[in-house]
């Protein structure tokens, strides 16, 4: 019987806002239930990320029934916002590419301008199964994704953590570490695993679900920033450039597609097929 089981579940309802940790969750073609359908976008429709604003990780979004989602920041009142009617298709910008969403009530946008001092939208996406495609060099046909940057899910491993903060711990910066586990906004979170073995996971059974593993997950700024503070470091970026460099990614995790659905509980065997 396999050693490895699911740690923790993560999801985040508004891009780069913090989430929840629920003890289950279905599994969409997408990604996880409820996972980033909605995000914040600048004046010219650029999708705003913790990469610009730092400060959206001291924020948090908790979904309700029916996609609603519960919003709640330092200094602000909490927020209720209502699933958008359908209507004209928004189109916002991510890495460069179009992606056509809802704009949500106009509450929303004075809640978010007011919180990070800019001018700020939240957008819905109404119809993940048809708006945004995965990577077309790495997708089967038809697969899809949420506003995730990329890839419907991230699994990382609780060793390859351990691992990774005992190389900063020995680097330029050990003040800063070790690091949790929530720089790295993962959806599975698994233990049992040896350190980087998740990097030849090509095929994975969670529970119900069966997933695909992709590719590594190549890091940004994002796993910098102090997700209770917001401030800034070095690390783990100096370690992942100096230990973990897979082609051009600074690499911590492996992206997941679902080829099978079905219901993923922490504690949940997990099994690696091939």
């Not at 209720?80 to 298709?89: M, R, S, T, W, Y």
């Not at 179009?98 to 106009?106: D, P």
């Not at 940004?220 to 460099?245: I, M, N, S, W, Y």
Request: include cysteine; aromatic fraction near 6%; glycine fraction near 8%.
């Amino acid at each position: 019987m396999s050693n490895l089981y699911v740690q923790s579940l993560h999801v985040h309802p508004v891009k780069s806002v913090a989430g929840i940790a629920p003890d289950a969750v279905a599994v969409e073609p997408w990604g996880l239930a409820g996972d980033r359908r909605w995000a914040v976008i600048d004046v010219e429709g650029a999708i705003i990320t913790q990469r610009q604003q730092a400060r959206l990780a001291l924020a948090s979004a908790r979904p309700l029934e029916g996609g609603r989602v519960a919003l709640s920041a330092p200094g602000m009142a909490d927020l209720i916002v209502e699933v958008p009617e359908a209507g004209p298709l928004e189109p916002v910008v991510l890495f460069g590419k179009k992606i056509e969403t809802v704009v949500a009530a106009r509450t929303a946008a004075d809640w978010f301008s007011a919180y990070l001092d800019l001018p700020a939208r939240l957008v819905h996406l109404d119809d993940p199964a048809v708006r945004r495609p995965v990577d077309p060099d790495y997708a089967l046909p038809g697969e899809t994704v949420s506003l995730a940057d990329g890839y419907p899910l991230l699994v990382t491993t609780l060793a390859s953590l351990d691992a990774l903060n005992a190389l900063i711990a020995e680097g330029d910066h050990p003040e800063e570490g070790p690091l949790p586990m929530n720089r790295f906004r993962p959806s599975l979170v698994v233990a049992g695993a040896e350190a980087w073995a998740e990097d030849g996971w090509r095929r994975v059974a969670v529970g119900d679900a069966v997933f695909r593993g992709v590719r590594e997950c190549g890091r940004c700024v994002v796993t910098t920033t102090d997700q209770v503070t917001g401030e800034r470091g070095k690390e783990p970026l100096k370690t992942l450039a100096r230990h973990r460099r897979i082609g051009k990614s600074l690499a911590f995790g492996r992206q997941l597609v679902p080829v099978r659905l079905g219901t993923v509980r922490v504690g949940d065997e997990v099994r690696v097929l091939e």
